[in-house]
């Protein structure tokens, strides 16, 4: 079907692939009209409360548990919903995008889930939107197999469950406009996913299970139980069939940690320690006060104050509630030229998941099929349950304080710095040509390592921080290091240098800026292919 066959209120600003036809059929395209007229000025305003809690924490007002909600917290007589089938063990997870390959060989990886993604680990192009739905498609009715290069990949007997992470809130999809608008990336990600496999998924005795990212408030997690509720309703299925593990992943969310678990309830499935966003939310949320300035990205650590308060309330939280405390991700690949370099990435690796399963998670994250018997080995040896909600960890008390405390020991070196500059450039580039899963330095990164290097770059400017050496981080000491960087970047395979020189004005102008953007795949989605429509206005591709 193309896209003349839709009413004139329902506009796509590219052609849908022939191969998506199905995807995105007349009676799809309608559900996720329905969901962008019923939720989306909603979603609007809340993105608006966003603007002015960020306004009160630059003036100087403190975060803290809310005093409107304490009867939530202190109520011993709520809890979540059990685990749906499959969900009751999730020791081991394996996130990525959702190419046909990576579904494949993730769902075949040994791992209990695979988290597919079209969020941080994705370049949301619109092929890679449409046809990471096709392939979810094909993986449910197990029909994905495919050969290329003389390699069959076929789907295993039991593969992993399959769990989908939508984008956020504050992502638009701009190549659908209904009554002139974009729908929200969230709705557009779940509907057609919803809409297309739901019933399927039931009757296989699976279920629609996601991940829901970037909340900032439990309204905004009231809005997603909302949207859950009327797209059940809407299909006849099942009420409370859908479960969601929300990332607690910024600031703001770790002080409502209950009430959205609370808001969820009926379609709750935990929560999720998001560290390297929450360490990106938290230099954020906290710009304007020198006093939360960073040292080097590798010396912010689990073991920080504030990050193993998060853990420690996290855990606590789930398990108070009877859901899942899940860890956070493991970015290291195999190192296969070098053994000892290897050998020592991956005790680090263990290192991390013994913490985890220590401390009381039921599950954690990795983002290479080789890492998923070394974490499983870990969680296998230390919980010999599927999880361990009965840890209540009750002799946990975590103040705003605690959450809140910027003390990080750690130096700034010019090392750290020009890290910062290559992690950066490196992903921006590799994003802006359609690829948001990008290996550096042996490690597999998302969106929110770039983050947390723009914003500390940032940071160390606004605030004249200086290196261990005594230098003072200035535009001009960085712009030197762009240049070197770009060079070096835009050598790489894979990478066009266009995009490199895109990535280092995008960057050269946030150090310098009064506050940095909120998000960068937010500034750089008009680069994507083809013609992208921000706002409801058409603007055409740079490239």
């Avoid at 966003?277 to 104050?305: G, L, N, W």
């Avoid at 956070?328 to 985890?356: F, T």
């Avoid at 590799?430 to 990164?445: D, K, R, T």
Wanted: charged letters at 25%.
């Amino acid at each position: 079907m193309s896209s003349t066959s839709f009413p004139k209120e329902i506009h796509f600003t590219s052609p849908i692939p022939q191969e998506a036809q199905h995807i995105l059929s007349k009676d799809a395209v309608e559900f996720l009209a329905v969901l962008h007229r019923t939720f989306d000025k909603r979603r609007l305003e809340l993105l608006e409360n966003r603007k002015k809690v960020q306004a009160e924490l630059d003036q100087g007002k403190p975060l803290s548990f809310l005093p409107e909600t304490k009867h939530i917290r202190d109520s011993p007589s709520w809890s979540c919903a059990p685990p749906a089938p499959g969900l009751e063990d999730r020791r081991v997870e394996i996130t990525g995008p959702t190419d046909r390959k990576m579904v494949i060989n993730a769902l075949n990886s040994g791992s209990k889930t695979f988290m597919a993604d079209f969020e941080d680990s994705n370049s949301p192009t619109w092929s890679n939107m449409v046809l990471g739905q096709v392939n979810l498609y094909d993986a449910i009715r197990r029909q994905i197999d495919f050969e290329t290069g003389g390699k069959q990949y076929k789907l295993s007997e039991k593969p992993a469950v399959l769990i989908v992470r939508p984008r956020g809130w504050h992502l638009p999809e701009p190549r659908l406009l209904i009554d002139g608008k974009p729908i929200s990336g969230s709705l557009f990600d779940f509907g057609l996913y919803f809409f297309n496999n739901a019933a399927e998924l039931l009757k296989r005795g699976s279920g629609p299970y996601f991940y829901l990212p970037k909340m900032e408030h439990h309204l905004e997690a009231r809005l997603w139980n909302d949207v859950f509720s009327l797209a059940t309703s809407h299909l006849g299925l099942q009420q409370g069939c859908i479960r969601g593990t929300v990332l607690i992943e910024t600031l703001p969310a770790a002080f409502q940690m209950e009430e959205i678990l609370y808001e969820l309830k009926e379609h709750s499935s935990g929560l999720n320690c998001g560290r390297w966003d929450y360490i990106f939310s938290f230099i954020k949320k906290q710009r304007a006060h020198k006093e939360c300035v960073f040292p080097d990205r590798s010396d912010v650590t689990m073991t920080v104050p504030f990050m193993d308060a998060y853990v420690r309330l996290l855990i606590q939280t789930c398990h108070k509630r009877k859901v899942a405390a899940m860890g956070g991700m493991s970015a290291q690949i195999p190192i296969k030229n070098d053994a000892d370099a290897n050998e020592k990435a991956m005790a680090k690796v263990r290192a991390d998941k013994l913490r985890e399963v220590t401390a009381g998670h039921d599950g954690t994250w990795v983002a290479h099929p080789a890492l998923v018997k070394i974490a499983m080995d870990i969680f296998n040896e230390n919980m010999k349950g599927p999880n361990q909600y009965h840890i209540r960890r009750e002799d946990v008390t975590v103040t705003d304080k605690q959450i809140a405390d910027p003390s990080v020991p750690g130096k700034i070196t010019e090392k750290g710095v020009r890290d910062n500059v290559s992690a950066a450039l490196s992903y921006c580039a590799a994003w802006i040509s359609g690829n948001g899963c990008v290996p550096i330095n042996y490690l597999m990164e998302d969106a929110a390592t770039a983050e947390i290097a723009r914003v500390q770059l940032w940071q160390w400017v606004k605030y004249s921080s200086k290196t261990d050496s005594g230098k003072t981080i200035t535009p001009s000491y960085l712009q030197t290091i762009f240049s070197e960087e770009s060079s070096k970047v835009s050598k790489l395979p894979g990478i066009d240098p266009s995009h490199v020189k895109i990535a280092s004005e995008y960057m050269s102008s946030q150090v310098k800026a009064e506050w940095p953007s909120d998000f960068l795949t937010s500034d750089l989605l008009v680069h994507l292919e083809g013609v992208g429509t921000v706002g409801g206005a058409t603007k055409k591709s740079n490239l």
